[in-house]
Structure formats: C-alpha cells, structure tokens
C-alpha cells in the first residue's frame, strides 16, 4: 500500500518520533509505514488520519490504484 | 535500537525477575532433593514448586508483548514461531545423528547450541526492528 504519510509530516515540521508520539506507536513503526515496508492495521490507519485531520483514502492508496 | 532495547527492558522486567526465581527454585529443589532426607509429599511439593515460578514468567512474558505496538507484535511473533520451528528440527536433528549413531549428543552441546540459534534468531528479530 502507497501512502504520502513522510510528506504530510513534514509539511507540519513534525519528526518520526513527534508522529509516534501522537499514534501511541514506536518511531521504528512510523518509518515502516513511511518507507511503506509495513502496512498499518486499521484502527492504526484511523488513527493516522485522525491526527491528520484527513481521511484514510486521502492518506493511504492501494499499490494497483493509478 | 537503544531506544527498543530500554523498553523490551522495561516490559519484561517483571518475566526477568521470575524467571531467575524459577532458575533458583530449580537449584535449591535439586539440592534438597540430593542433600536431605526427604518425606514423599514434600518431595511431590517441592518438584511441582518451580511451576509457579515458571507460570508467572509465562504470564508476565505475554504481559510484555501486549506492551508492544503492533509491528514490534508482529515481528516478535514471526521471531517465536521461527524460534518454535527450529528448536524442533534441532532436536530431532540430535535425535536422528544420535540413532543412526554418529553422534550422541550431551544435554551441554543441546543447551549451547540452542542458546546460540536463540542468540542468533534475537539478533535478527533487533535487525528486522531496526
């Protein structure tokens, strides 16, 4: 799954371990996410959009999708 | 990698901890059972006594990888099953070298092997949670 998550971050000046803080989750977590070498669970994804003030779909892409 | 190891430290100090009282339980039992004259009860007692020990090391272990997030959960899963698989085809590798004959294995070469393996398969588990 594709995701923009290393953008939306730094477009808020936020560091790996600001964004782990605020999902309750390890830096090594959001860097997986990040470098797309591990796809969150759904509540995580939740999450993530949450903080983002987004929705998932606006966040995370599925790889066959153009 | 500093980080991850002071909080696996953290989750599983309490399974450390009674892990050892276990591993001492086992020595002082093996002593009395070799040093004193035990009556059959007590004996019965003090062979059973190091599962409570090692039920509370199990409980506070799986406690520990609740406290984990979901990747870290993820990755220490993959890292038991695999340690579950080899630990098996090990012992029946020395069970099969042993009765074809080639080599009768001591519980010493058993246990230093296994550690290394575990050693090995942790070591991997850090890298993989990196």
């Known amino acids: 799954m594709k995701n923009n998550l ?11 371990a600001d964004l782990a803080e605020k ?11 990040e470098t797309e070498k591990y796809d969150p669970s ?8 949450d903080v983002f003030n987004m929705k998932i779909e606006d966040i995370f892409t599925p790889n066959h999708s153009k | 990698m500093k980080q991850t190891m002071k909080r696996n430290i953290i989750n599983f ?4 901890v009674w892990g050892l009282v276990g591993l001492a339980v086992v020595f002082v039992s093996s002593w009395l ?13 003090l062979a059973l006594l190091p599962l409570i020990p090692g039920g ?10 609740r406290g984990f997030d979901e990747l870290q959960q993820r990755i220490y899963t993959e890292t038991a099953t695999l340690t579950f698989i080899v630990t098996i085809l090990l012992t029946f590798l ?18 230093n092997t296994m550690m290394f393996v575990w050693i090995c398969i942790y070591l991997l588990n850090e890298w993989r949670y990196r």
Request: hydrophobic share 50%; aromatic share 14%; no cysteine.
């Open chain 1, 6 to 16: 290393r953008d939306l971050r730094a477009e808020r000046g936020w560091s790996q």
């Open chain 1, 23 to 33: 999902l309750d989750v390890s830096r090594q977590t959001v860097n997986a996410i």
């Open chain 1, 42 to 49: 759904l509540p995580l994804a939740f999450k993530i959009a």
């Open chain 2, 13 to 16: 100090r309490p399974a450390f």
């Open chain 2, 33 to 45: 059972f070799q040093s004193v004259a035990l009556s059959p009860t007590l004996r019965i007692l």
């Open chain 2, 56 to 65: 509370l090391f199990l409980f506070y272990l799986v406690k520990g990888l």
């Open chain 2, 94 to 111: 020395f069970g099969s070298l042993q009765r074809a004959g080639l080599y009768a294995a001591k519980w010493d070469d058993i246990g």
